[in-house]
């Protein structure tokens, strides 16, 4: 009886000794030795080009803007943050103009908080849902929240509890995005992280509200919280998970088919 080659397995076929090893995103060789424990979870989590193309290039455009905002001359700068503002006086003028380059802007010149906003929510966001529902849901958020968090400025305004000049307060940032995102992720996690990210959102909304005398915060960040909670059933029925449902109900299918990804890693927020 002749015996097998060494090296190969049933039916003489040869095995490569590190076949599979290297296979599938992210990092090639850098995963050799580290398919297992913690640093393999934090690389499935990494954002990259390819997984994340909406929170990555959305903070390279804040990232431009914060630094033309440092180098810049001030009262340049100043007159474009202005022009961008989705305070009540543009939004009733230039209403489209307010609402899309509010969002490109940061709320003060500190850029690296905004990187683990996004790394932590709109990324892993991007990663279960896509990138064109990601993009919605951070444009849904942004959108609803500067609607509703003016709306009750120009409403006190004309009841005479604010002054006039609460029209022309600045009102730019990506938190209500970061914050809608947050609110949307928490639904498709398990209840521990939900509570987790639920629960993060309530208390930093609670300081805010305890220590800053500022009504558009406390009424646009619980705002954008909620509208990313009112999303989760649309989010829930994506495409792909459609998709693995008509898989598993198909005739004969298997039982061997990919786990969904786990969740990603606990949320921070920031500040607008």
């Not at 599979?20 to 090639?28: E, H, I, M, R, S």
Request: charged content about 15%; proline content about 7%.
């Amino acid at each position: 009886m002749a015996g097998l080659r060494r090296g190969a397995g049933p039916g003489g076929r040869r095995q490569e000794p590190y076949a599979g090893l290297y296979a599938g995103p992210p990092f090639g060789m850098l995963r050799f030795g580290l398919r297992t424990g913690v640093a393999d979870w934090l690389l499935a989590r990494v954002p990259t080009p390819r997984r994340n193309p909406f929170a990555l290039g959305y903070l390279a455009v804040v990232g431009a803007t914060t630094t033309f905002g440092k180098l810049a001359n001030p009262d340049l700068v100043l007159r474009l943050q202005e022009a961008s503002s989705s305070d009540g006086h543009n939004l009733l003028h230039h209403p489209l103009r307010a609402l899309l380059f509010s969002g490109f802007w940061v709320a003060g010149e500190v850029w690296m908080p905004y990187l683990w906003g996004f790394a932590l929510t709109v990324a892993p966001l991007e990663r279960r849902v896509g990138s064109r529902r990601a993009a919605a849901v951070f444009a849904i958020g942004h959108v609803t929240a500067t609607l509703l968090s003016q709306a009750v400025v120009i409403a006190a305004v004309a009841a005479g509890r604010l002054e006039s000049a609460a029209m022309d307060y600045l009102d730019i940032g990506v938190s209500y995005g970061v914050l809608a995102s947050l609110g949307a992720l928490a639904g498709l996690l398990s209840w521990r992280g939900r509570l987790l990210a639920l629960g993060s959102a309530a208390a930093l909304i609670a300081e805010q509200i305890a220590t800053e005398n500022d009504l558009v915060t406390a009424v646009g960040h619980p705002a954008a919280v909620l509208t990313g909670v009112a999303l989760w059933r649309w989010l829930r029925r994506g495409p792909g998970r459609r998709l693995r449902s008509r898989r598993a109900e198909a005739p004969g299918a298997g039982s061997t088919s990919a786990p969904a990804p786990s969740p990603g890693g606990a949320p921070v927020l920031d500040a607008r």
